[in-house]
């Protein structure tokens, strides 16, 4: 490494930002939906679970 002037530390930091990089790149959206009732806010009966189920389109 210190034959071509590179450090250990230069090196890593190097391939973390590669990897920063290539996971930014691949990411995407994810849509995300309430449950909700007409201006009400989350419907009444729901519990925790199922609106995470719901939300990401999860089956029951």
């Given amino acids: ?3 071509d002037g590179t450090t250990l530390r230069a090196l890593i930091i190097d391939g973390l930002r590669s990897e920063l990089d290539r996971r930014r790149e691949g990411a ?21 679970a ?3 189920a719901r939300s990401y389109g999860l089956t029951e």
Avoid: K, N, Y
């Avoid at 995407?28 to 925790?48: H, M």
């Fill in 1 to 3: 490494m210190r034959q």
């Fill in 28 to 48: 995407s959206a994810v849509e995300f939906f309430f449950e909700t009732l007409p201006g009400q806010g989350l419907a009444s009966d729901l519990e925790p």
């Fill in 50 to 52: 199922d609106a995470i």
